[in-house]
């Protein structure tokens, strides 16, 4: 089964619009980490934004919020006032951990969304 | 902070040739990580190391990849001899440590086309 599912596999979005780019997630652990990352089509991955499960709050960085559904096991990207440069393939990531600080397990990834604003 | 380094950013072989990458990771990280990224898929785990020593390289296939990290900081990975399902972005990561909470960042990576 996918531990990772991205619905979207590609999104047009109109330049200063509001996108929301969706993650679903299964496991059974009761502590573990959800990563967004992007990656342009120069290759690089770059990483945008983490949520822990044990967080009360939705995490937000500048543009980037993450929109956590913890009984709904839904962690959806939102990117506010879309801009040209965020044209890029976007990657939802879990990693699953028994502690904190000592896990080996592997960072689990979607399929990715490609997204395309138009201007 | 200076990100992960990558080199060379392009590669172009013919099959059955040789080739190495380079990986500086971030200052203090102790972690790091190889990735291989076939166009239209999500990054697959090579190998992961934990300041010098192996922690997980059950997908690295052995008979032609190879990986160290000798010191605990820079890390190469080799592929010998280069086969055409070789043709892939790979990637270099790095963590602070290896708790779920840890993000990885990752180098520009290095294109690898096997002709």
């Known amino acids: 089964a996918q531990k990772i599912t991205q619905t979207q596999p590609g999104m047009f979005v109109q330049e200063k619009e509001a996108v929301t780019l969706d993650c679903t997630y299964d496991t059974s652990d009761q502590s573990y980490g959800l990563f967004w990352y992007k990656q342009p089509s120069s290759g690089e991955m770059i990483f945008l934004i983490y949520?822990?499960?044990?967080d009360e709050q939705n995490a937000t960085e500048g543009r980037y919020s993450l929109n956590f559904q913890k009984a709904r096991k839904s962690a959806n990207l939102v990117i506010s006032a879309s801009q040209l440069g965020d044209s890029a393939m976007y990657f939802c990531?879990?990693?699953?951990?028994?502690?904190?600080?000592?896990?080996?397990?592997?960072?689990?990834w979607g399929a990715g969304t490609k997204l395309i604003i138009k201007p | 902070e200076a990100g992960v380094a990558q080199s060379p950013r392009y590669k172009i072989i013919e099959k059955r040739q040789s080739v190495a990458f380079w990986c500086n990771p971030i200052?203090?990280?102790?972690?790091l990580y190889w990735y291989q990224q076939i166009l239209g898929q999500g990054p697959k785990l090579l190998i992961q190391?934990?300041?010098?020593?192996?922690?997980?390289d059950s997908q690295l296939p052995k008979d032609r990849f190879s990986a160290e990290r000798l010191k605990g900081v820079d890390s190469t990975l080799k592929i010998q001899p280069a086969k055409l399902e070789d043709s892939a972005v790979y990637l270099c990561a790095s963590s602070p440590g290896q708790g779920y909470n840890q993000p990885q960042h990752f180098g520009d990576g290095t294109r690898l086309s096997i002709l």
């Open positions: 200052s203090g990280h102790a972690t």
């Open positions: 990531a879990m990693r699953e951990g028994a502690a904190l600080m000592d896990s080996n397990y592997q960072l689990i």
């Open positions: 949520q822990g499960s044990y």
């Open positions: 190391f934990q300041n010098n020593g192996v922690v997980d």
